[in-house]
Structure formats: C-alpha cells, structure tokens
C-alpha cells in the first residue's frame, strides 16, 4: 500500500506561479510512474502532467504545456508540480497519483491506470 500526501496549492492571481508537492510512502518510489491530474467543478477529470518510472519521462496535457513542469525526487519519495502562468482555468482540484512501472505512454496519460492517489489540493485562479 502506498500513500500519497500532497502539499502546496492556494489562491494565487491570474499569471502567478504555485508549487505542488506529493510525498509519497513507498519503499521503492522510483520504481512507481507518478501523474497529476485535475477536476474542475462539473467537468472530468483531466491529465496534467506524469513522469515515468525509469527513463523519467515526462508528458503534458496540451492545455498546461510549456508552463507546467513536473519533476521528482527520488532521495525524497516526492514528486513536484511547478505551474507558471497560471489561467482561470487551471482552477481545479489537483490530485497526485502513482501507479508502478507503468511505462506506457498512452497509459500514463489515463487516470485508470494509476492505483493509488493523494488527497487532492484546491487551487484557486483569481482573474
């Protein structure tokens, strides 16, 4: 069983930056693919970003390439989400997820496929 404890969020202005932290507690974190997704009131959740297991891969959702950049780090359990820019939009609920050695570049991008997820953090666009 792996848990997953999210940090950071808030209330930020229209072209702000925040930070999202997920620690995660796994024996073996980089052997886990780690994802953020989203959920706006009334919509789907929605893929943001992931990062692979082991070429650490990174993918994006189209609507937050080029100001969101995932990363980990492996010594720290912990996997970040650094959003610049930010829009109205980005408004949502943000939720970390893990799910091992999935590798797959269609599957990394599905919230299907991950087995385990953090507690969720609001984030708050202000325009």
């Known amino acids: 069983q792996v848990q997953l404890v999210q940090s950071g969020g808030g209330l930020v202005q229209t072209g702000g930056s925040l930070r999202l932290s997920c620690a995660a507690s796994?024996?073996?974190?980089?052997?886990?693919?780690m994802g953020w997704f989203r959920q706006a009131p009334g919509k789907e959740r929605e893929f943001v970003a992931t990062?692979?297991?082991?070429?650490?891969?990174?993918y994006y959702g189209d609507s937050v390439k080029g100001r969101f950049t995932i990363s980990r780090d492996n010594a720290k359990n912990t996997v970040y989400l650094q959003m610049n820019s930010l829009k109205p939009e980005d408004t949502a609920v943000y939720y970390c997820?893990?799910?091992?050695?999935?590798?797959?570049?269609?599957?990394?991008?599905?919230?299907?496929?991950?087995?385990?997820w953090g507690q969720g953090t609001q984030v708050t666009v202000s325009s």
């Open positions: 990062i692979t297991w082991n070429l650490e891969n990174t």
């Open positions: 997820a893990a799910r091992e050695r999935l590798g797959n570049r269609i599957y990394v991008q599905n919230s299907r496929y991950y087995d385990y």
């Open positions: 796994a024996r073996s974190f980089n052997a886990y693919t």
